[in-house]
């Protein structure tokens, strides 16, 4: 439960609004996995909140073969699981992944209680992730990426690990990182959504720019969330990968956001 002075640091004063407690579903990104989010899930679930992380079909402990991972495959996996939820969940989507998050709210515009963006793909009807990525220039993944055709994946190189996901990390994160992120299924990137104003754009929606992001940089960041306009866009100056360097000031982020009217 919160304290009192919990509610007064998160900008609230009414704490029995700050104690209802929420779901949360954390869609993790590109090469990585349910993994993402070892730090941010304790904190959230200290405060009481219940905390859903999947790995994505292919990923992680999921042994899908990444060669039979097909986008609606992965957004209805989803579904399936905010069907079983009570109640409605908040859904967070990282990098890429808010492509998925999207798709989903399509879907179950009745079980979202809002979507968030962190530092993620935000995308109109009928365009892809590939299609954003294509307007990043400063990004520095790219050269580091390698495609493999017979699975229809990819995989990012460990030497740009540290510079370009992880560089205000510890160094622990990076080794962890040499083992855990694997295949990433390139159909995901490449499919073109399909969204309506009446189901998607009856979620509210946030955004969450990294404002020291080299995977998905701050410009492309700032275009997608102006070209798709949130109720709020907070910013948190960390790296892509703010889950691992600043885990607490994401999760009081995402309260803030929880309890927002």
């Given at each position: 439960?919160?304290?009192?002075?919990?509610?007064?640091?998160?900008?609230?004063?009414?704490?029995?609004?700050?104690?209802?407690?929420?779901?949360f579903v954390l869609i993790h990104g590109s090469w990585?996995?349910?993994?993402?989010?070892?730090?941010?899930?304790?904190?959230?679930?200290?405060?009481?909140?219940?905390?859903?992380?999947?790995?994505?079909?292919?990923?992680?402990?999921?042994?899908?073969?990444?060669?039979?991972?097909?986008?609606?495959?992965?957004?209805?996996?989803?579904?399936?699981?905010?069907?079983?939820?009570?109640?409605?969940?908040?859904?967070?989507?990282?990098?890429?992944?808010?492509?998925?998050?999207?798709?989903?709210?399509e879907y179950r515009p009745e079980k979202i209680e809002?979507?968030?963006?962190?530092?993620?793909?935000?995308?109109?009807?009928?365009?892809?992730?590939?299609?954003?990525?294509?307007?990043?220039?400063?990004?520095?993944?790219?050269?580091?990426?390698?495609?493999?055709?017979?699975?229809?994946?990819?995989?990012?190189?460990?030497?740009?690990?540290?510079?370009?996901?992880?560089?205000?990390?510890?160094?622990?994160?990076?080794?962890?990182?040499?083992?855990?992120?694997?295949?990433?299924?390139?159909?995901?990137?490449?499919?073109?959504?399909?969204?309506?104003?009446?189901?998607?754009?009856?979620?509210?929606?946030?955004?969450?720019?990294?404002?020291?992001?080299?995977?998905?940089?701050?410009?492309?960041?700032?275009?997608?969330?102006?070209?798709?306009?949130?109720?709020?866009?907070?910013?948190?100056?960390?790296?892509?990968?703010?889950?691992?360097?600043?885990?607490?000031?994401?999760?009081?982020?995402?309260?803030?956001?929880?309890?927002?009217?």
């Amino acid at each position: 439960m919160l304290t009192t002075s919990m509610s007064s640091a998160l900008g609230y004063e009414n704490n029995d609004i700050m104690n209802e407690k929420k779901t949360f579903v954390l869609i993790h990104g590109s090469w990585h996995s349910a993994w993402n989010w070892f730090r941010v899930t304790p904190l959230l679930e200290k405060q009481g909140h219940r905390v859903i992380a999947p790995d994505l079909p292919g990923m992680g402990r999921d042994k899908t073969p990444v060669k039979e991972v097909r986008f609606e495959k992965t957004v209805q996996k989803i579904c399936d699981l905010i069907d079983t939820v009570p109640g409605k969940v908040i859904l967070v989507g990282h990098s890429k992944n808010g492509v998925l998050i999207s798709q989903i709210a399509e879907y179950r515009p009745e079980k979202i209680e809002k979507l968030v963006y962190l530092a993620a793909v935000l995308v109109p009807n009928g365009k892809s992730a590939l299609d954003l990525f294509k307007l990043d220039k400063e990004e520095v993944l790219g050269p580091y990426i390698t495609y493999h055709p017979k699975s229809n994946s990819s995989t990012l190189s460990p030497e740009i690990y540290k510079k370009g996901l992880y560089h205000d990390c510890d160094d622990e994160i990076t080794e962890m990182a040499k083992i855990i992120l694997s295949h990433e299924p390139r159909q995901t990137a490449t499919t073109k959504i399909s969204i309506t104003d009446k189901n998607y754009g009856s979620v509210p929606r946030y955004y969450i720019e990294c404002t020291e992001d080299r995977a998905i940089t701050p410009v492309l960041q700032q275009k997608m969330y102006r070209d798709m306009p949130c109720k709020e866009v907070y910013k948190i100056a960390t790296s892509h990968s703010p889950f691992f360097s600043k885990p607490q000031e994401l999760v009081d982020i995402l309260l803030k956001i929880a309890y927002k009217g």
